[in-house]
């Protein structure tokens, strides 16, 4: 099996690979027999002569991460669960980040979730019943809404008309009488008052709300929370005013939540925080998350930097950042086949070079200069012909003016000038010519001292491109075997 006896009666190898027996692979022939090289995605059966899928989905038990993988012929396929997405590899999914997408939780904003999303609305709107967008609030049809005034709504918002004699609360709901109002101020420093609140205040709404505010005009601190005087301005507690009335802190002050939406409450007030955020255990502060020490795995291999709500990643060199994992990826610089001549071994952040033996890297790590020293041969005419007496690099041979033809043994020409293969060994140049790797400029080869044994009994004198022999009295210069005799 596996050989035929031709005419003269002796067995030859038969070429079972004509009948094309590996599908999905390709057949390379062997003596008595043939192997399969299959294809991505399939694999040789034990004895090799056939090749059949590989089940990538149980091969591989991690694939297809938040959705369900579905092996294909030759390959995979994974159908992600809902709010997923395929990765750009199509081997896993990743969440789907519905913020991205124009207009989503308008009015709002919009927080990304694993495989989902939710919206935190704006003051003055509401949830859409989808859950995707925030429409407005009509307040004017709140009972009691601008008591002893008219209510005017607008989008997200509203506003209280009040008729002369009256002004609006503070909280911008009810239209009051405006006699002992004034500015409240957020801050005091040095003794001078600063940060004014927008609109006129009690002192009891001012003070009650934080006891380190400044009152009235001119500015006074507002009494400390020990003191006879602030038990009586508020008597209900903070966040409550004298005559039991909640005090919207978030009206009062609108900068209150920095990096974050307030939201009132009774007597007091919290900080919903924007994404890069949290908040403090009070709950009325957003600081920023250090996502570098929440998350040690961030910009894995490369340096994580904190910046005030959200935070970046700075790569190696040979490293690259990759959005969907979070991390810095090594660079496989092998797939550009930055090495001529030799074999690419991927490492972490960089590339070698491995040379094949008799070859040895330039000084730029990329390139195998075949360094074995055999015969030059001065003429090919399909066959080897006029052997020099003295061994060379197949560069010298081949690429110094008017030496070799064809080198080593068994013979092999050489390359023609102008081609690829004469570009890899010589450069783009004429031939007495190679490129300087460090400046990658066109230098002259020294055949006298590059090719010892060159004008043998004689003297070897280099030329630009080129070089000639003089050969001393009684010698006369074999032009074939480039000596003197």
């Known amino acids: 099996?596996?050989?035929?006896?031709?005419?003269?009666?002796?067995?030859?190898?038969?070429?079972?690979?004509?009948?094309?027996?590996?599908?999905?692979?390709?057949?390379?022939?062997?003596?008595?027999?043939?192997?399969?090289?299959?294809?991505?995605?399939?694999?040789?059966?034990?004895?090799?002569?056939?090749?059949?899928?590989?089940?990538?989905?149980?091969?591989?038990?991690?694939?297809?991460?938040?959705?369900?993988?579905?092996?294909?012929?030759?390959?995979?396929?994974?159908?992600?669960?809902?709010?997923?997405?395929?990765?750009?590899?199509?081997?896993?999914?990743?969440?789907?980040?519905?913020?991205?997408t124009t207009n989503m939780c308008l009015n709002g904003m919009c927080i990304n979730e694993d495989g989902s999303f939710k919206c935190i609305c704006k003051p003055g709107f509401a949830l859409a019943p989808n859950g995707r967008y925030c429409t407005d609030i009509d307040e004017c049809l709140t009972p009691g809404i601008c008591m002893n005034g008219r209510c005017i709504n607008s989008e997200g918002s509203f506003r209280c008309e009040c008729p002369p004699g009256l002004a609006i609360d503070v909280d911008g709901r009810v239209c009051v009488d405006t006699h002992m109002r004034t500015t409240c101020y957020g801050a005091i420093k040095m003794g001078t008052c600063s940060r004014p609140f927008p609109g006129a205040v009690t002192k009891s709404e001012c003070c009650c709300a934080n006891a380190e505010h400044g009152f009235g005009e001119p500015c006074n601190p507002c009494p400390s929370r020990n003191s006879a005087e602030f038990q009586a301005v508020c008597s209900s507690g903070i966040g409550i005013t004298a005559d039991g009335r909640d005090i919207n802190e978030c009206a009062l002050d609108p900068d209150i939540c920095q990096n974050g939406i307030c939201e009132n409450l009774r007597g007091s007030y919290r900080c919903i925080c924007n994404i890069g955020y949290e908040s403090d255990t009070s709950g009325k502060n957003c600081v920023d998350i250090n996502e570098c020490n929440v998350n040690r795995l961030l910009c894995d291999n490369g340096l994580c930097r904190n910046t005030p709500g959200s935070y970046t990643c700075s790569c190696p060199k040979g490293f690259i950042f990759k959005p969907e994992s979070e991390t810095c990826e090594d660079i496989n610089e092998c797939d550009s086949s930055p090495c001529i001549n030799g074999a690419c071994r991927n490492v972490a952040g960089s590339f070698n070079c491995e040379c094949t033996h008799g070859s040895k890297l330039d000084s730029t790590n990329t390139i195998c200069v075949d360094m074995r020293k055999s015969v030059c041969y001065r003429n090919y005419n399909d066959t080897c012909e006029n052997e020099l007496s003295f061994n060379m690099t197949k560069k010298m041979c081949c690429c110094a003016y008017n030496v070799g033809k064809a080198w080593n043994k068994p013979c092999e020409s050489c390359p023609t000038p102008a081609t690829t293969e004469y570009q890899l060994l010589c450069g783009n140049q004429a031939p007495g010519f190679i490129i300087d790797i460090h400046t990658g400029k066109p230098v002259d080869i020294d055949e006298c001292r590059e090719i010892p044994g060159i004008c043998a009994n004689g003297v070897c004198i280099n030329q630009i491109g080129s070089f000639r022999c003089e050969c001393p009295m009684g010698f006369s210069y074999n032009n074939i075997l480039l000596i003197c005799e």
């Open 1 to 100: 099996m596996g050989y035929r006896q031709d005419v003269r009666g002796e067995c030859i190898d038969v070429d079972e690979c004509v009948s094309n027996p590996c599908v999905n692979g390709d057949c390379v022939n062997t003596p008595g027999g043939y192997q399969c090289k299959c294809h991505e995605g399939y694999q040789g059966t034990p004895t090799k002569q056939a090749c059949m899928d590989i089940d990538e989905c149980i091969v591989n038990g991690v694939m297809c991460r938040n959705g369900r993988c579905v092996n294909t012929e030759g390959s995979f396929q994974c159908i992600c669960n809902a709010g997923f997405e395929l990765t750009p590899d199509g081997k896993n999914c990743m969440d789907h980040d519905e913020c991205a």
